[in-house]
């Protein structure tokens, strides 16, 4: 009856729209994360809630609904159960090689300079505070210190003094996900743009997505465009090192390779093996878009010729506060603005309670140059409000 059987592990807005696309195909869903009506539950078969760092609640789940692949959403799960299962024959996407080196920035920083050499930022890590300012000596003020396991900006900050680097790193140990106190001190890029390369690994070979700009604050995105303007010379190293890096991780997906571009280099910051937050421009300007590019690519399908569409953006729509009753206001507004010239759509995503910075939704456009798209997505965004109700 399925094509195939998939389950996620992690069920947030990028899982949601995989699922979409999965259920689109034919494919059942079973959706895991650590609460209930997730994202992506709320488009799934089956869904089970537990935290993805518990190891024995993974391996019950995996057994309960024997998924054909095990795809994970999110970087904190439990490596070393994918890696047994993996072992024993259950398909993890990529890799859970892949999964165990990206959930953690020591594993990819140290495999994609030491291993693999990519270029990167000069970096070190550091356990302790005096480990910590060592490492900012070493690699020079100002330095970007964050907690090897975190995403989205969290833990993450900049110092330019000693007394910065000490805060920082305790800034960093303090909002690390997991159990491991360790902090990636990072030499600071000056850098003329930054861009994710979806670079997807399919049964048809290496394919490149047309590159990504992004803008972040406090390490989390704002804003994304694509294509990204840059010169065929620095794209062409951006996707040598991106095929390099991903062909070593082995297994097929998609994969979100992170550069920051500095005149003529492209330096490797980091990467998703699963659709990046960056990737959701692609659900306005790309077909296939990324989560059906992920989805090819797992199934063992083709993925064939990607058509990029033309100058599209995403703009995010945060919450500032903490509630659980809330309503999202002004979206026939935010979507009145569209024309045929520029298109506009949403995605908003379902998350049954606001925190502070947390992503509720995006806005889409496209238009006739890159400025237009996210000027049209930035506007559609501002557009969409959050109405809070007292906590009942
Ligand atoms: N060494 C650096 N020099 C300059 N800027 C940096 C450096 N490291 C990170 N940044 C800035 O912070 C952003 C977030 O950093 P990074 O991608 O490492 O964190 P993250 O928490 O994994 O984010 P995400 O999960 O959203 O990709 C980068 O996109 C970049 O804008
Ligand atoms: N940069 C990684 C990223 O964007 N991940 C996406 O955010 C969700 C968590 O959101 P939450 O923190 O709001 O629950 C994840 O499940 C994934 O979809
Ligand atoms: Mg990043």
Redesign the pocket.
């Known amino acids: 009856m399925f094509l195939a059987k998939l389950m996620l592990l ?7 729209e995989f699922a979409i696309a999965a259920k689109r195909l034919g494919c059942a869903v079973v959706a895991c ?1 650590r609460y209930p009506n ?2 992506a539950m709320q488009v799934a078969d089956a869904a089970e809630v537990f935290s993805m760092l518990d190891g024995a609640a993974l391996r019950a789940a995996v057994e309960k609904h024997c998924p054909d692949f095990i795809v994970p ?3 904190a799960i439990d490596t070393a159960t994918l890696a047994a299962l993996e072992e024993e024959g259950w398909q993890v996407v990529p890799s859970a090689k892949a999964a165990r080196l990206t959930m953690n920035r020591d594993g990819i920083r140290r495999f994609a300079a030491e291993e693999q050499g990519l270029t990167t930022s000069r970096y070190r890590f550091a356990e302790t505070e005096d480990e910590a300012l060592a490492a900012a000596q070493a690699v020079g003020l100002p330095c970007v210190i964050k907690p090897v396991m975190s ?2 900006g969290k833990g993450q900050s900049t110092a330019t003094t000693e007394a910065e680097v000490r805060t920082a790193f305790a800034y960093a140990i303090e909002k690390m996900r997991g159990d491991r106190p360790m902090a990636i001190v990072e030499e600071f890029i000056r850098f003329d743009s930054e861009i994710t390369l979806l670079t997807v690994a399919a049964a048809d070979g290496i394919h490149f997505c047309a590159p990504i700009g992004h803008r972040q604050e406090a390490g ?2 704002r804003e994304s465009w694509q294509p990204a303007a840059m010169s065929p010379a620095v794209l062409e190293d951006a996707r040598r090192q991106a095929a390099t890096i991903v062909e070593a991780l082995g297994g097929r997906g998609l994969f979100g390779v992170e550069f920051f571009i500095a005149g003529d280099r492209a330096i490797f910051s980091e990467l ?1 093996p699963r659709p ?2 960056t990737g959701m421009v692609t659900l306005i300007g790309q077909d296939p878009n990324e989560f059906e590019l992920h989805l090819r690519a797992i199934l063992g399908l083709p993925v064939g010729t990607i058509v990029q569409r033309g100058p599209s953006a995403s703009a995010v729509i945060l919450a500032d506060r903490s509630c659980r009753e809330f309503r999202f206001e002004g979206v026939g507004a935010a979507l009145a603005a569209g024309s045929a010239e520029t298109p506009v759509d949403l995605r908003l995503f379902g ?1 049954p309670e606001t ?1 502070p910075g ?2 509720m939704g995006v806005a889409l456009a496209r238009a006739a140059s890159v400025e237009d798209a996210v000027a049209a997505a930035k506007a559609a965004a501002a557009r969409v409000t959050i109405a809070y109700d007292e906590e009942k």
Do not use: C, F, T, V
């Open positions: 992690g069920s947030g807005e990028l899982g949601r994360d997730a994202p959403e999110i970087e995403s989205s989390d995105y998703s990046h937050d998350k925190l947390r992503r």
